[in-house]
């Protein structure tokens, strides 16, 4: 039988029919849970502001819960799988391994992401995102999550399948591109993270059930983060690929060192999931000698790897602009780059924010003597808004407004609110991360509905009145961020079902792929002998902030000591 195939005008990539429906459907199931997500956030958001104060305790914790699953879970997992198979069959120009059982995979895939939301919905498991025992959901709450891992876990081992077609096949030639190897690398952290959930979902339904009698609360947090945690890892991985991709597409960037930036995927593969361990840095059940090796060692093997990703990316795009003559000073490759285009300002809002807020305040929080004080506060939401919002969310967001013409052959619609959208977005979610961060640095708990702890009898606890103003401009931020992300779906939205349809040889004007410059562009760039002098500009800014907020927290640590 003839596989059917279309070869797209704008970018010469070759689509597999199959292949191509399976990616509209993961794409279109993850915008749907993304505005879902939202719409709790929201709701979370105003509940943390203490003038609003808009849900009751048990909407509270309901809404908590269904705005971690839907955003951090179901938005964030259909998009990879999604983008998986784009980076194997779309990118390799082969045909996708066995498409019904893709299709397999999304439909568990989806009946767990909806089974999930009823069960949060009715009430049935306010016990959050981490669900942690001896906190007990209802049974069909677990499940849903094994469905759901199972269907993703099927879209990996199809994802590596179509690898083995397109070699067998020879669709290309020599070794994979980078954002195939890229996409490699969040396969592999998805197998080890699934199986992780596993692990633990399994037993943890057995028990809600009544067939184990109880779930050791230790063992449970430290199996449960190995799914937790290292489902952020999948993002990391999967949106540095978008970021390589995009430097690619809109520059005709090419990676300044190709065998450092695989070697830094790999180096992802063998440490980033070590960073699980900063969510036990207080458990008194793990060995020092652990939690030692953990955060003053290994994690910053994997915190090197992105630093080097937080180089090459902009220095690669700095390179390919000052082929293209945008060589003058230090920052004109900068200014001069086309912030008007959604997809690469939502780019490097997404490359700033997760190097300089979440890079930053995660290893700061991964440090095991300074951890004790932002453990547990909403320091940790803060933290993660910045890598797994700003970081992720906003660079798949901007990959999709490119994605629209190239696979649903959809003109956008709303361009002008578009050019817009990533900054709405990118600043309203940075201030959500900078004053949750603010607040938890305060002591203002992560996990409890009144910060005053009104209802424990009578005994209120008074937080700096700098707490009071932090949680408001954070809710003013949520309004903001909920904006630009409600525009990113109607956007979206409105497009697929109104924007013009493009014809099958029909090329869009301007055209969506930049032209890469010339190997001869690139002799005499830069300044001296450095062919990137503001990316490395930008890096020493990032090294000096990075020395001084460690400081600023070893400060603060010490004034807890009372030794004088």
């Known amino acids: 039988m003839t596989e059917i195939f279309r070869t797209c005008p704008d970018t010469g990539l070759k689509f597999h029919r199959p292949a191509e429906n399976l990616m509209k459907a993961n794409a279109v199931a993850a915008v749907v849970f993304l505005l879902v997500g939202g719409v709790y956030g ?23 819960t269904a705005h971690g699953l839907n955003v951090l879970i179901f938005w964030l997992i259909f998009f990879e799988i999604a983008l998986l198979y784009f980076c194997s069959a779309a990118l390799l120009g082969c045909r996708i391994a066995t498409p019904k059982i893709a299709w397999a995979g999304f439909a568990l895939m989806l009946i767990g992401a909806l089974m999930n939301n009823y069960i949060v919905l009715t009430g049935n498991a306010t016990v959050m995102m981490t669900s942690y025992a001896p906190m007990e959901a209802h049974p069909l ?3 849903s999550l094994i469905l759901f891992a199972v269907g993703a876990l099927i879209g990996c081992f199809v994802f590596f399948g179509t690898l083995v077609v397109a070699k067998a096949e020879k669709t290309y ?35 809600s059930l009544g067939f184990i009698a109880e779930i050791d609360a230790l063992a449970y947090r ?34 300044m060192s190709e065998k450092v930036s695989r070697m830094a995927f ?13 969510h036990l840095l ?28 937080g180089l090459t990316v902009p220095g690669s795009i700095e390179a390919a602009q000052r082929a293209k003559g945008f060589n003058s000073g230090l920052f004109e490759w900068l200014r ?10 939502g780019m490097f809002i997404s490359l700033v924010g997760f190097g300089f807020l979440g890079g930053i305040s995660g290893v700061v929080m991964g440090v095991e003597q300074i951890n004790v004080l932002m453990h547990n506060t909403v320091y940790v939401p803060g933290h993660f808004h910045a890598t797994v919002v700003i970081g992720t969310t906003l660079a798949f967001m901007a990959l999709t407004y490119w994605l629209v013409p190239v696979l649903f052959r959809r003109e956008l619609v709303m361009k002008k609110l578009a050019s817009w959208q990533p900054y709405l977005f990118g600043i309203g979610m940075s201030g959500v991360a900078l004053f949750l961060m603010g607040a938890g640095t305060l002591g203002v708990p992560r996990r409890h509905w009144d910060i005053t702890f009104s209802m424990t009898g009578g005994v209120v606890h008074e937080f700096p009145a700098a707490a009071n103003t932090l949680l408001a401009l954070n809710g003013l931020s949520v309004i903001l961020a909920i904006a630009g992300g409600a525009a990113f779906c109607i956007i979206i939205v409105s497009s697929l079902l109104f924007g013009r349809k493009l014809g099958n040889e029909e090329k869009l004007d301007p055209p969506i792929m930049a032209t890469p410059p010339e190997d001869s562009d690139y002799e005499g760039i830069g300044t001296g002998a450095i062919s990137v002098p503001g990316t490395l500009v930008l890096a020493g800014v990032f090294f000096v902030a990075f020395a001084v907020y460690y400081f600023i927290n070893w400060k603060y640590l010490a004034e807890t000591w009372g030794i004088g």
């Open 282 to 309: 207080a458990d008194p059940g793990v060995s020092s000698e652990f939690k030692m090796f953990n955060t003053s060692y290994a994690m910053y093997l994997a915190v090197m790897a992105s630093m080097v990703h």
């Open 42 to 64: 929201l709701l979370v958001g105003l509940t943390r502001w203490p003038a609003v104060h808009l849900l009751p305790a048990d909407w509270f914790y309901l809404a908590l």
């Open 141 to 143: 709450f677990y499940l």
């Open 336 to 345: 001069r780059a086309p912030w008007g285009n959604p997809t690469f300002s």
């Open 222 to 255: 430290l199996i449960w983060w190995g799914f937790g945690h290292s489902s952020q890892q999948i993002n990391v991985a999967a949106h540095i690929s978008v970021w390589y991709a995009i430097a690619a597409i809109v520059f005709g960037a090419k990676p």
């Open 173 to 207: 030639e020599g070794s994979v591109s980078l954002v195939t190897f890229g996409a490699i690398t969040a396969a592999i952290i998805a197998v080890f993270t699934i199986v992780s959930g596993a692990i633990i979902l399994i037993p943890t339904l057995l028990w």
């Open 266 to 278: 790999l180096m992802y593969i063998l440490f980033l999931q070590l960073a699980s361990a900063h």
